[in-house]
């Protein structure tokens, strides 16, 4: 069966440490994104990435980074410098339509990741 | 910018209908997403508007106003298994135009 794959679903870390979190998909899907998800504030875009070697920032990419050295695999680093890190991380991946710039269908997230800073 | 718009909770009882509302404001527009996420889960897919009107997808169905900047997802013969959040999000047209924007999401509690 296709599907997402986040890991780890739990996460503990104390102040000042990096940690990585792991985004694995068997769909073939080109486009990649991370999002997160506080109390009230619905999704919001981390980075997203259309294509290997290629990724953009979203609307809250400071304290983040993100690497696509595979087509299937989109690690997020929650860094030191991201003030207010505890959340629930989502990724997720689409299919491109017709190359970059444009996307159909919906949007298949993982089971997400639930970071807690100690 | 975008901004999208939608109640924060709204209750119903078993059997009833509900209709959750979303207005969006977009620099582009190319599709609205609704998505239904139960508590400590992933967004599951529910609906996909791209042309004005009414799609409809078993007790599920979803409208759209393109002109009006408006969607709303109608949910029928509620169960208590739909309470869950309703999220509606908008593919708009930023540099590389791929990414959906979510609006904060609609609570659903069925009550019996």
């Known amino acids: 069966d296709g599907g997402i794959t986040q890991s780890p679903k739990y996460l503990f870390r104390k102040e000042g440490q990096n940690v990585t979190l792991s985004c694995e998909q068997n769909?073939?899907?080109?486009?990649m994104y991370w999002y997160r998800q506080d109390p009230g504030q619905g999704l919001r875009l981390i980075y997203y990435s259309q294509i290997v070697n290629d990724f953009q920032k979203g609307d809250i990419a400071e304290g983040y980074s993100v690497s696509r050295e595979k087509k299937e695999s989109f690690p997020l680093t929650v860094t030191s410098a991201q003030k207010n890190p505890t959340a629930f991380y989502l990724c997720?991946?689409?299919?491109?339509?017709?190359?970059?710039?444009?996307?159909?269908?919906?949007?298949?997230f993982g089971e997400g990741s639930r970071l807690t800073v100690l | 910018g975008q901004n999208i718009d939608q109640p924060t909770e709204m209750t119903a009882t078993e059997g009833a209908i509900v209709q959750i509302n979303c207005t969006y404001q977009?620099?582009?527009?190319?599709?609205l997403f609704w998505y239904q996420q139960h508590a400590g889960e992933a967004p599951t897919f529910l609906s996909y508007?791209?042309?004005?009107g009414l799609e409809e997808k078993g007790r599920f169905s979803s409208f759209l106003s393109r002109s009006k900047g408006y969607s709303y997802l109608l949910l029928k013969e509620l169960q208590m298994k739909d309470s869950a959040s309703y999220l509606c999000a908008v593919k708009g047209r930023d540099q590389a135009g791929t990414a959906l924007i979510f609006g904060k999401g609609t609570t659903l509690s069925v009550s019996s």
């Open positions: 508007n791209v042309l004005d």
């Open positions: 769909l073939n899907h080109d486009a």
């Open positions: 997720a991946s689409c299919r491109l339509a017709g190359g970059k710039g444009s996307i159909t269908g919906e949007l298949f």
């Open positions: 977009t620099s582009g527009f190319n599709g």
